[in-house]
T-cell receptor
Framework: AQSVAQPEDQVNVAEGNPLTVKCTYS??????LFWYVQYPNRGLQFLLK??????LVKGSYGFEAEFNKSQTSFHLKKPSALVSDSALYFC????????????FGSGTKLNVKP | ETGVTQSPTHLIKTRGQQVTLRCSSQ?????VSWYQQALGQGPQFIFQ???????GRGNFPPRFSGLQFPNYSSELNVNALELDDSALYLC??????????????FGPGTRLTVL
């Protein structure tokens, strides 16, 4: 079965500092991993995905994620956080057989303080 | 913003009633997936429609049903509403490619409150 885990309910970081939001995965077969962001009262917005290729994936709004097969992790990163990055972040993995079925983590709330 | 739209934005129903939620997919997308996001949780997959046929279902009872129309828009119907059905309902559209790696694009959601 496919699943992802986000071990931190909340991450606090000062503006201008680097940020990391953690995600670990459990899959059978090749992992197809995604990050989405959700602002209050809004739907999910796609940030980036890993399908294959380079372990460092670059996405929207300056975010990037590092795929680590040995640690089964797919952590979201940004070199310099902005207050406007404050939101709820979800990691997701695609089902191996139903390609449009995603399994989402429980979410991590990112708070960026001025 | 994606081209996925959902209506209504908010809805209040009472236990036992029935509700219909609507979704218009992004132009060119023929697949619609529905998710339920309870407060403080990640989205849970309800089901998916591809070319007007249900194509995969999550762990939801039969009182959750859906339709997809020839223009690829979709409806989610929930019968015999229960208090636990209160949630944000998200629709996502995509267009499977040969590699089946396409991204899902989400609408803004419908907030359903069951009293």
């Amino acid at each position: 079965a496919q699943s992802v885990a986000q071990p931190e309910d909340q991450v606090n970081v000062a503006e201008g500092n680097p940020l990391t939001v953690k995600c670990t995965y459990s899959v059978s077969g090749n992992p197809y991993l995604f990050w989405y962001v959700q602002y209050p009262n809004r739907g999910l917005q796609f940030l980036l995905k890993y399908i294959t290729g380079d372990n460092l994936v670059k996405g929207s709004y300056g975010f990037e994620a590092e795929f680590n097969k040995s640690q089964t992790s797919f952590h979201l990163k940004k070199p310099s956080a902005l207050v406007s990055d404050s939101a709820l972040y979800f990691c997701a993995v695609r089902d191996q057989y139903n390609f449009n079925k995603f399994y989402f983590g429980s979410g991590t709330k990112l708070n960026v303080k001025p | 913003e994606t081209g996925v739209t959902q209506s209504p934005t908010h809805l209040i129903k009472t236990r036992g009633q029935q509700v219909t939620l609507r979704c218009s997919s992004q132009s060119g997308h023929n697949t619609v997936s529905w998710y339920q996001q309870a407060l403080g949780q990640g989205p849970q997959f309800i089901f998916q429609y591809y070319r007007e046929e249900e194509n995969g279902r999550g762990n939801f009872p039969p009182r959750f049903s859906g339709l997809q129309f020839p223009n690829y828009s979709s409806e989610l119907n929930v019968n015999a509403l229960e208090l636990d059905d209160s949630a944000l309902y998200l629709c996502a559209s995509s267009s499977p490619s040969v590699a089946n790696t396409d991204t899902q694009y989400f609408g803004p959601g419908t907030r359903l409150t069951v009293l």
